[in-house]
């Protein structure tokens, strides 16, 4: 999804993992390298967002093109996430790391050459699987290459840096669509992918575990990636023996994680009600929040008018809110229980999420926009540090590393599925929606078909009639707000969740 707040539990699987032989020198550089890392794809999810718009228009994509090139980047990164980092205690930790890094540059590589939607569609794909690779395997170089008595500073720093790279990604994207191209929000990944499997070659020593644990997660993956697909595929496409084989995968994948010796996802630990209620409340507010910056953008650039640097910087606000207050939030458990705190930042987005239906076509980005962003921004800050507190303390320590693997898992599942259900829905408004103004206006036979045959781009569709590009914007607006009201109804979910789920204590 590349949305503008990371996934929780991030630094929970750095503080989970164990110091194995910590390195005596080199630290500096292996911080760099995991910063580095790590920043590669948080800033790509970023960067991509906002130069969906030009790209759907220079490669003249439909909205299940545009839809495709982020699920098949957030098909792979979840469902491979959690056996990742499993990978690099076997085979090296340093060696399943650069084999993502290199993975994920050849493939942004390949993105940004691409010719067509297909093919951008696979590379993005393999980027997934690289960014699987990548993104747990950056965390353990820290955990292992750190004593404890300055793994707390480390962890700061890794934290403070790949806040800020994921907040200036928008900014960064929209300024590389406006002075060159889409495909420079791509290209931008080679050097420093480059520079990181240089310093992981030069200065970061080896490391395993030595213990194959999770051998049996294999089968899992598979099935995941089958079974999530599938449904994804169905809804997009609207072939529902698509979806129902993709049903049948994911029930395969439950069977399968119930019986494995070794599970990806240990299921016991759903036991734990308020593991369970975190979980819930993870996958209704981040399919809200995934929904609603999937087509912020496009309505951004194609709709109001702004350019791609002008609404990169929109979300800013948020990004700085976040980082500003996670660690007071961090520390609102310890004063009043997790409960508290969940259900209160989780009722604050359900305004922010509100707000981003008001704006009609036009106005001030301060009076429209930004009140939305401002109150979304606070309601994520107070919600999500208590959020990966709760999931951290709900289990046992020594299955930490996977209940937070588990949770981040939830996080970009959610996004997977909200980014195809709520296409469905925008796509079924706007088409309803445009019919109707067409016809109100009485459009002329040869602008009308002008317009049929673009439509599903939705509001990338051209026309030279201006009462049509009107009846465009309208339809677009309309149908942003059909799934900004369902995202809001996934927030009040995750606030119920929350009350009725989330222990006090």
Request: hydrophobic share 50%; glycine share 10%; with cysteine.
């Amino acid at each position: 999804m590349g949305a503008i707040a990371r996934p929780p539990c991030e630094e929970a699987a750095i503080r989970a993992r164990p110091c194995e032989a910590p390195a005596t020198t080199n630290r500096r550089f292996i911080l760099v390298t995991a910063i580095l890392g790590s920043s590669m794809a948080f800033i790509d999810g970023t960067v991509v967002n906002v130069a969906l718009p030009a790209l759907q228009s220079d490669l003249r994509a439909t909205i299940y093109g545009v839809q495709w090139v982020v699920e098949s980047y957030t098909l792979f990164l979840a469902a491979l996430l959690l056996i990742g980092g499993s990978l690099g205690d076997v085979y090296g930790r340093r060696a399943i790391f650069a084999a993502g890094v290199l993975l994920f540059t050849l493939a942004s590589a390949w993105c940004g050459l691409s010719l067509n939607i297909e093919q951008l569609i696979i590379a993005w794909s393999l980027q997934g699987v690289g960014g699987a690779l990548l993104v747990p395997g950056s965390l353990p170089l820290i955990s292992v290459n750190f004593p404890e008595n300055q793994r707390g500073r480390a962890i700061g720093t890794w934290s403070g840096a790949t806040a800020i790279t994921t907040a200036i990604g928008p900014v960064l994207g929209g300024w590389l669509v406006e002075q060159g191209s889409w495909r420079w929000a791509f290209f931008i990944n080679i050097p420093v992918g480059v520079a990181v499997l240089v310093l992981a070659a030069w200065r970061v020593p080896e490391s395993r575990a030595g213990v194959p644990r999770q051998r049996a997660a294999v089968p899992g993956a598979v099935l995941a990636v089958l079974g999530f697909g599938g449904v994804v595929f169905g809804l997009i496409q609207s072939s529902w023996t698509s979806a129902a084989v993709g049903a049948i995968g994911v029930v395969a994948l439950l069977w399968w994680e119930r019986r494995a010796p070794s599970p990806m996802i240990p299921l016991h630990l759903f036991r734990s009600r308020n593991f369970t209620g975190a979980n819930v409340l993870t996958l209704f507010l981040y399919s809200a929040l995934s929904g609603v910056l999937f087509f912020l953008p496009l309505n951004l650039i194609h709709v109001q008018g702004y350019s791609p640097a002008g609404a990169g910087a929109a979300l800013l606000p948020l990004s700085v809110l976040l980082f500003a207050l996670s660690r007071w939030s961090g520390g609102l458990v310890d004063r009043y229980g997790p409960r508290r705190p969940l259900v209160i930042g989780c009722l604050i987005t359900i305004v922010g999420f509100g707000l981003f239906a008001i704006p009609g076509i036009g106005g001030s980005y301060w009076t429209t926009i930004f009140p939305a962003v401002l109150v979304l921004g606070l309601g994520l800050a107070i919600s999500v540090a208590p959020l990966t507190t709760t999931v951290m303390n709900s289990v046992d320590q020594s299955h930490a590393g996977t209940a937070s693997g588990i949770n981040n898992a939830v996080s970009r599942t959610a996004g997977l599925l909200a980014i195809a259900v709520l296409g469905v829905l925008m796509n079924s408004l706007f088409q309803s929606s445009l019919d109707r103004r067409l016809e109100n206006l009485a459009v002329g036979n040869a602008e009308r078909a002008q317009v049929d045959a673009q439509r599903s781009r939705l509001a990338a569709t051209e026309t030279d009639d201006p009462r049509a590009r009107a009846a465009i914007n309208k339809a677009f607006v309309d149908g942003y707000r059909g799934v900004v009201w369902v995202a809001t109804a996934l927030a009040a979910a995750s606030a119920l969740s929350a009350a009725l789920l989330i222990r006090r204590t």
